[in-house]
């Protein structure tokens, strides 16, 4: 086997050092800033606070490192929604298939890597009324940059009264607000920005 060439191999990066470079990069509603873009993979750092309240399906599987401060990831069971507190330095794996919400507040850092998608391979946001928690929509895409088309859709789907309101309850489903904290004790409890 011979040595890769050389100058297709990135130097080490200080990640930490990347972040804080880029945080004016990390920008509501997603916040994220791909860290290494590459041909099988690719690994975001995504700062907080978001601003979604979607869900990402996909076929493949994700790994969440959390870098800075405490979030939480919502999972979809069965008829259901999960909250998953993720600590400052733990790890949460997400099978593929698994609707999965990540919720930022401010002041956190998490890496996230993915499997590139191949082109023609698709994958959903998915709205679930925040209400009665039943599915408002399911937009379905080939996405080529995550980094663009996650806060294009998400745009799209909050400016359609038809698409994001709940068939179920009649809830509307608009544009949440910035997470300005999460409270995990007694319960978990996303509070956004101008909430009490």
Known sequence: M????????????????WCRAN??????PVSNKYLYDGEDFFAMVIGGPNARNDFHVTNSEELFYQLQGDIVVVIR????????????GETFFVPGGVPHAPTRPPGTLGLVIER???AGEIEHQQFYCDNCEAL???QAFDCADIVEHFAQAMEAFWADPE???????GHRCGKPAPVARIEFEPEIRVIREGEA
Do not use: Q, W, Y
């Not at 050389?6 to 130097?11: F, G, M, P």
């Not at 945080?23 to 509501?28: G, I, N, R, S, V």
């Not at 069971?77 to 400052?88: A, F, N, T, W």
């Open 116 to 118: 590139r998608r191949p």
């Open 163 to 169: 698409k994001s309101t709940c068939p179920e309850c």
């Open 136 to 138: 408002v929509h399911d």
């Open 2 to 17: 011979s040595p890769l060439p050389t100058d297709t191999v990135a130097n080490p990066i200080d990640l930490m050092a």
């Open 23 to 28: 945080k004016d990069e990390f920008k509501p």
């Open 77 to 88: 069971e069965g008829d259901r929604l999960r909250p998953v507190p993720v600590r400052e």
